[in-house]
C-alpha cells in the first residue's frame, strides 16, 4: 500500500529517524530480513510495524 514503507534493515539503520518519521506520517513500516537477536531487538525497541525473519521463534520469544 502507497502508506507503508518496506526497507531492507540496513536502510533504517543508516537512518534510524526515518523509523519515526514514517510513523508521524501514518506510514506502517515493514523491515526484512532481520535473523540476528540483537538485530531483531533494536527493531522491537525502534517500534518497526513488521519484522520479517527466517527465525520467527526467536522473534517471538523476544517479543514476550
Keep these: 500500500a502507497a502508506s507503508d514503507v ?18 508521524e506520517l501514518g506510514m506502517k513500516v515493514n523491515v526484512w530480513t532481520v535473523d540476528q537477536p540483537h538485530d531483531m531487538k533494536w527493531f522491537i525497541e ?3 510495524d513488521f519484522i520479517t525473519t527466517d527465525d520467527p521463534v526467536v522473534l517471538q520469544q ?3
Design 62 to 64: 523476544l517479543m514476550k
Design 46 to 48: 525502534k517500534k518497526a
Design 6 to 23: 518496506y526497507k531492507r534493515q540496513g536502510v533504517f539503520r543508516s537512518h534510524p529517524d526515518w523509523i519515526d518519521k514514517c510513523h
